[in-house]
């Protein structure tokens, strides 16, 4: 049975990333960049009601637009648009200024329906349906379930606490909006796209414009992140490629920023009342729980995965959609998790001060797993708990510290099984390994390049890395953190077979390393195309697995006079199996962190009530961590070989925002019950100023 | 440095301020009307540009480009719709996100903020005028070799934000590269490479805290 080799040279090790001289030199080309030959600007009309029965669109002045060569209705009418944003209109023209012109000149004749854009208003017994005849508010039964005795449970319990920890709708901001350059002729539709699933994407083409899967290319040789936002068919690539089809050329249709932050996803709010209870020994012995959450208009995931990572004898739990006026969710990395994290985390660290416990010590007392046992021990050791925890709120001074820790783990899907690839291998010994895969910037192309290597006895920079292109043999979307693992053993297949034809070929014993090139020669003149696909391997030590766990340490510090946290420092510790590439899985870890920083502090959907929309569709009001945000990030990682290859890309992100949380509470010994840790928010906390949100439980 | 001549900022701004003006802003003050109304009538009689295309001719990367553009097409515009030059990107179109950074006359700046004729007569230097005989320069280099970049959709700006910042001051602090980088943003969270790149393209010497256990 196939397994990893013991001794490696370039797996486990740095490799710097392939595409990377492309990607500093200006010569990689995303979607937004693709200048086919005779390109147009495309760009699209979205509702300014948050709910309204369109009934007419007239386009005749639009047509008249000096430059314009296409303008389409997005839907049949009458219309009903059920979110800000929502698309109505799309057109295209020779440029973005003759674009602006019509949009301008579309007159759209509306009656504007009554709305809710807020979970509490929503929930009310008259508010407006956003699904006619559906109610606003469905209880989840995936959701919901309860085990044991949970009300006789709680009087049993040396302590209790309740609390009720909300977290917001996140927007995924790609700094890449959402787009494709598309052109479909009589020969077929071809849309460089940028996607994480090429498959999914040509998918979301064939279908709705009724092409065979065989009649629709997509490509995407490079894409400017998504983060689970652009796994799927899209609204805006069909408009494109309607728009092409009337112009008869190629469409360049990229979102804007302010689209961005309407209709291409977000992760949905919680709103989770949490009753939790333990033994005088820490013990969990009861936890309720409920919660609800929007996913805007869609029936997307509110579900949280509570108690999280605990186990508790006596629980019930309580979850519901409530459906708003607003853009549908989107997996967004790590669905559901960090809004789970965040408030279980919270949770137990009020639990902790409620029993006079360390909490990382209520953790290790409640933590089954092994693996998150031993990175606690790590993380406490790199970040000095011993020494810098103290009791909440004991920090002296105007500027207090702190320190706290949360755990994760992610068991995501795995791999794909179905991953597939082959590779060409040339006579002169060069050698071209395809996967219908996408690099979304995770370093998909190295961890290619490096296995082959490995396995092939080459050099990374002898392996030439073709993906992002539905003509290449199937490989999964990338979310999940699924990619490395299904594409690892994948060209660890195509490699054996590479290795096992060459050799009946060549009639060379073993074609690696300084054979290569002697056996390729032998193959003549017809280059060598195998075929692989993903493979197990031995069950004992798999070629890929799942889950992975982790966990992280924060150290902030809160001006207790202007509520500002500054996070000083995050220790994390992951175990991602058999690591591929160090120097991009430390990237990855790093960018999960940074932007579970951005969710704990930051980050924030804002909707007007009043007038439906979205308030804050830029950078300006939407806050991204910025590179003086970022504090000194430790990783350490657990390599683990002979649990094969687990992906890490979501893992890094779930336990930053609890970890945080505590710290805050730690230093300031208040707890501040929602996300983002505004200063408002602390100063609220501190009772220094009136509570910011009006939310109620 | 190179910095543009005082007078020709102040004509500039003179004109678009009194234009701006409008009839009753202007006779309302009271102090100058007749030199104001003198001006303003002045700055009327020449010759207007647009709304329709005129020539336009830039200097980017020491090559000229010849454009026909509206007077209202940005410089990343002309050079992203009109020009092969698709190196700086566009991430937000109104001065907030930094991927379209480019140096004029060796400053940083937004190119989604400068009209294309304002950048006449400048010399404009993108992501593509770095690398030098297809040799990377040290900044580019340096983002390779930490892994500065993940998506790299940002790339191009935070590498000319570096770039000018080592020109101004060859060997940063920390806090003078991440203020150097204030206005780039980056959703993939690579900054911790980034600072480490801009350091070691300073010369300094940086190493990684990360440690690997082997279990």
Redesign the interface.
Known sequence: MPSWPEKTKYISKSTLRIDAPEKVTGRAHYASDIQAAGWLYGMILRSKWPAATISAINLEKTLQVPGIKAAITAKDLPQTVRFYGEEIAAVCGATKQACLDALRAIEVTAHALPFAVREDDAKKDDAPQVWDGKPNVSVSARGSREQGAVDQAFPECAAVIEGFYTTPVQLHNPMETHGNTVSWTDDGLTAWASTQAISASRDGFAGPLKLDHSQVRVITNFMGGGFGSKLNGSVEGVLAARLSREAKAPVRLMLTRFDEALAVGNRPSSFQKIKIGALADGTLHAFELDNYGTPGISGGDVELPQPYIYKVPNSRVKQAHVAVNAGASRAFRAPPHPPASYAMESAMDDLAAKLGMDPLELRLKNDSNEVRQREYKIGAEKIGWKEKYQKPGSSPGVVKTGIGCAGAAWGGGGASKRTQGDAQINPDGSIEVRLGVQDIGTGTKTVIAVVAAEMLGLKPEQITVKVGDTNFPPGPGSGGSTTCASISPTVFDICANALQQLQTQSGIADARGNNWFAACKKLGVTPLVVHGQWQQGDPSRPLSSSPAYGVQFAEVAVDTETGLVTVKKIVAVHDCGLIIDTLTLESQINGGIIMGMGYALYEERVMDDLSGVVLNPNFETYKLSGIGDVPEIEITLLNMPERGVIGIGEPATIATAGAIANAVFNAIGARVYSLPITPARVLAALGKVPPFTAVKP | MKNTEPEKIGAHSRRAFLKSLGTVAATAATAQVQSVAAELEKANAEKTVGPGAVPVTLTVNGEKLELML?P??TLL?AM??YS???????????A??G?CTVLMDELPVYSCQKLAIEAQGREIT???G??QNGK?SPV?QA???R?A????????GF?MSVTALLKKNPHPTPDQ???A??G????????????QAALQASGAKVT????????
Do not use: M
Request: proline content about 3%; glycine content about 6%; hydrophobic content about 30%.
């Open positions: 509206e209202r097409v515009d992203r719709n092969s030059l698709t190196g700086a990107k566009e991430g937000c179109d109104r907030t996100c991927a993108t992501i593509e770095l690398a990377l580019q983002f390779w070799d892994d970049l993940q998506c790299g959709y940002c790339t191009p590498i590269v991440k203020h980088c204030a780039n943003l980056c959703r993939c969270g690579t900054h911790p490479h980034i600072i990684s805290k990360t440690e690997v256990i082997h279990a």
